[in-house]
């Protein structure tokens, strides 16, 4: 397995593709296993369970580390235990079992890795406040975090109105929240990004 830091020759083509493959193989599985949950709770879940850390437990499991072909740099700064670099060379074995044995010989192996975090998924999971929500969706999609700014604040000291906006720089998208404290706005504005970013998906 060979990093980007190693060489023009490296695994950045199968880690695109087995991120997709691992994506539609749990979003199937969710379908199936959750028949009553809506859209925005099985992209949830799905976030939840493909996100880079889950990867990179799974990669450690398998001392996928001590396998990799890293250049000099990455060597020196520990590259091989890094979460990003682990999870993406996950994601290329994936790949590579998929264009070795097909659709059903991946998802077999995709299902047996994540079987143990599959079943302790529940819709009440879901119910963590909304600025979680967005950070944990954000990280699994390798996404940088938000940016929250206060832009105003009106009313009386005992009845103060806040408005905070929110950034996803890597998204290109951006949005109000508005509460009556600055940590009530920004959950809104958390809330509202991601409705923003679940519509844009399912466009």
């Known amino acids: 397995m060979t990093h980007r830091s190693a060489g023009s020759v490296n695994n950045e083509r199968l880690e695109f593709l087995g991120d997709a493959i ?10 199936q296993q959750f028949s009553s949950a809506n859209e925005g709770q099985l992209s949830r879940l799905r976030a939840e369970v493909v996100k880079g850390e889950t990867l990179a437990i799974l990669a450690r499991e398998l001392d996928l580390g001590i396998y990799l072909a890293l250049g000099i740099g990455e060597l020196r700064s ?21 264009l070795d044995g097909g659709y059903t010989a991946v998802r077999q192996v995709i299902l047996n890795l994540f079987q143990g975090k599959l079943k302790k998924l529940s819709l ?5 406040d909304p600025k979680t929500r967005l950070q944990e969706y954000l990280q699994a999609h390798k996404h940088a975090l938000p940016d929250y700014c206060v832009v105003n604040v009106a009313g009386e000291q005992h009845d103060q109105q806040f408005i ?8 290109h998208l951006e949005c109000e929240g508005n509460g009556s404290s600055r940590r009530r706005a920004e959950q809104d504005a958390a809330d509202q990004m991601l409705a923003q970013i679940f519509q844009r998906e399912n466009v």
């Open 124 to 128: 009440d999971s879901q119910k963590k």
């Open 164 to 171: 905070v906006q929110c950034v996803v720089t890597d998204l």
């Open 22 to 31: 691992l994506g539609f193989v749990i979003a199937d599985e969710l379908y």
């Open 78 to 98: 520990g590259g091989q235990g890094r979460d990003s670099i682990l999870a993406d060379a996950l994601e290329a074995i994936l790949a590579a079992i998929y």
